[in-house]
């Protein structure tokens, strides 16, 4: 099913509490009162996310962790501690062995919101991992739904995509890898709570600084399941822009792959074209417009020009 969550903590008051948390959610909850237990746990049944305290009798929960990493990699680890610069902790995030931590006491709305999206990560990679064309799109279907302003808009995406695409005779392989990047572009959102996502009008700074995390959390996803390079490299640099100051590495012109560019082009085609709840849809004529203030800024110029082609009323629409 890939939806156990398993919590680790010594207290049995906590473990019921935080089990409490989740009774009217689509998870299973497996409660360990140690390490050892929780590891046999972990051996026998597909856990999406551990839970673990810090505290625990025998084997610290770092240690237990750093242990069901190498059991099994796809579980996301939060770890539960009585202080956010705990020495231990900040090294094991920093070595890959935690993904999460939180300080008590903890905040509701936070942890669930973390496991959900842990959950989520989990199903997600092992899915791409395995699975077929179909299994991907309804993936991006899937992340769509948080936001129901944007449905359609991965396979418009790839549709415009490929169009630059097939126009620079770029071989299969690569043609596929875009549709499959147009369709995963955004997948990282699903880390981004859903009152940001869904926020009409302009964000805070720290608000726009989750934002920028999903490219980030979205390449991870599509490293951890194998996906092919050019895959994860349209997941990770989708938001960068051609004179350098986009997101998240800064990267500028051909520094950014050119099937990251093709989709840059056309999700922002798309996006000017959409209504929003809070802002209509631009008409053709206003997106190529601004299309061509874009050009060589944000976007590539020679790409640009492909899709401006592509897209007037002489060219093939």
């Not at 009585?82 to 070595?95: F, H, K, N, Q, V």
């Not at 993904?99 to 990679?125: C, M, N, T």
Request: with cysteine.
């Amino acid at each position: 099913m890939g939806n156990v969550v398993l919590v680790v903590v010594d207290e049995a008051n906590m473990r019921t509490a935080l089990a409490r948390l989740f009774l009217d959610r689509d998870v299973r909850v497996h409660r360990a009162g140690n390490g050892e237990e929780a590891l046999g746990i972990v051996r026998r049944d597909p856990v999406a996310v551990v839970v673990s305290d810090n505290l625990l009798p025998e084997m610290a929960g770092v240690e237990l962790l750093s242990r069901v990493r190498d059991l099994s990699p796809d579980t996301v680890r939060v770890l539960l501690t009585e202080t956010p610069d705990l020495p231990a902790a900040t090294e094991a995030i920093r070595r890959g062995e935690v993904s999460h931590i939180l300080v008590k006491p903890w905040v509701d709305e936070e942890i669930v919101r973390i496991v959900e999206e842990g959950v989520w990560r989990y199903q997600a990679v092992r899915t791409l991992r395995d699975g077929d064309e179909a299994a991907l799109r309804s993936i991006a279907q899937e992340i769509e739904l948080r936001d129901p302003y944007t449905r359609g808009h991965c396979d418009r995406v790839a549709a415009y995509a490929l169009k630059i695409a097939e126009e620079l005779a770029l071989p299969e392989a690569t043609r596929r890898a875009i549709k499959y990047g147009s369709w995963l572009h955004d997948c990282g959102k699903i880390g981004v709570p859903e009152a940001i996502l869904n926020r009409p009008g302009k964000l805070s700074a720290e608000e726009f600084d989750v934002v920028r995390k999903h490219p980030g959390w979205g390449a991870d996803v599509g490293r951890r399941a194998n996906l092919p390079p050019e895959v994860v490299n349209i997941i990770l640099y989708h938001h960068e822009r051609f004179d350098g100051r986009g997101y998240p590495t800064g990267a500028e012109g051909t520094e950014i792959p050119l099937e990251a560019r093709i989709v840059a082009v056309a999700d922002v085609f798309d996006a000017m074209s959409s209504d929003r709840p809070y802002a209509k849809g631009y008409d053709r004529a206003e997106v190529m417009r601004v299309l061509g203030v874009l050009r060589g800024a944000a976007l590539d110029p020679e790409l640009v020009d492909i899709l401006l082609g592509k897209e007037s009323p002489t060219g093939t629409p």
